[in-house]
Structures are given as C-alpha cells and as structure tokens.
C-alpha cells in the first residue's frame, strides 16, 4: 500500500460514516485506473489521478451513498447513481456526463415510502439501476424505450 498526500479535499475532521449503515467516503470506478470519488459532509469530490488532486463537484443533489453503472452508449465515463436529495426532493439520481447534470430516475409514484438504504449500478446494462429499501426489499428499473410509451 502507497500512502500519498491529496489536494483539494476539505480541512474538516476526518469524514467517517454517518450510520452503521453508511458507507464509507472514498469509492472506486471500477475498470477506470486512479479514478477515485470522496463522499463527504463537505460534498462531492473527483480525482482522476489515484487521489493526488481532488476537485469539488459542484450542483449534485445532498448524496447517501453513490454507485456506477455502465457508460451509455458511445461515453467512456460511466453512469454515476445516487440516493439523495435535491431542491427539496428525495429521489434516485443518475448523471451520465461525470456529475455535471443529475437526472432524477424515479418519480413521485415510485417512492417505496423513500426508505433507501443503498444502490447499485448494473455493469453489464446502461440504466439498470438496483436499489435496496428499508424493508420493502432490492427493487430494479431500467430505462423505458420512447418507442414502448408512445401514444397509439
């Protein structure tokens, strides 16, 4: 293991989990080399080289937890999801464009009382989203064709 120093990351005590069910503040992409994002009570941080440097992600939604999922289709940089809240709504979010817009996945019939405890992305299929709640059980979507929800 390399110890080495970061820049860019807040001077606040050191950010550990919220809860025993929070996770912890530092996540890899994986198949991404050096690309590491920090969670913290601060926000969102990104660094593309193994955590020398990180940069602050500005307008993402208040986060518990984050995950990664497959790129869309012709990117290179994957889809990032989240639980958090945003401008007041607590919802489930994805940002195709490494966090620079958020999208919100779920709507206002699909709460699943909002007990969200963690997420997954899929690898394997862009979009398809995994959310475990707080006793309702691991829920999934996927994103539905324009095609399939066209009026007749």
């Known amino acids: 293991m390399v110890s080495i ?16 069910e929070a996770m912890w503040p530092l996540v890899a992409t994986l198949e991404h080399e050096g690309d ?7 926000g969102l941080f990104h660094s593309t080289d193994g955590g020398a440097i990180f940069d602050k992600v500005d ?4 986060m518990n937890c984050l995950s990664f999922g497959k790129a869309r289709p012709g990117q290179q940089c ?6 958090g809240t945003r401008d007041g709504v607590k919802a ?4 195709n464009d490494v966090g620079a817009s958020w999208t919100r ?3 206002d019939q ?12 899929d690898p394997r299929i862009f979009g ?15 994103p539905v064709a324009a095609a399939a929800v066209a009026p007749q």
Not at 128 to 142: A, N, Q, W
């Open 92 to 95: 489930i979010w994805r940002s």
């Open 105 to 107: 996945i779920n709507d």
């Open 110 to 121: 699909h709460q699943w009382g909002t007990r969200f405890r963690s997420i997954a992305g």
């Open 128 to 142: 398809r989203v995994y959310v475990g709640t707080d006793g309702r059980g691991i829920l999934y979507g996927s």
């Open 59 to 62: 307008e993402v939604p208040d």
């Open 78 to 83: 994957p889809a990032i999801y989240c639980l």
């Open 36 to 42: 590491l994002w920090y969670l913290g009570r601060a």
């Open 5 to 20: 120093a970061s820049q860019g990351l807040p001077d606040t005590a050191p950010d550990t989990p919220r809860n025993r």
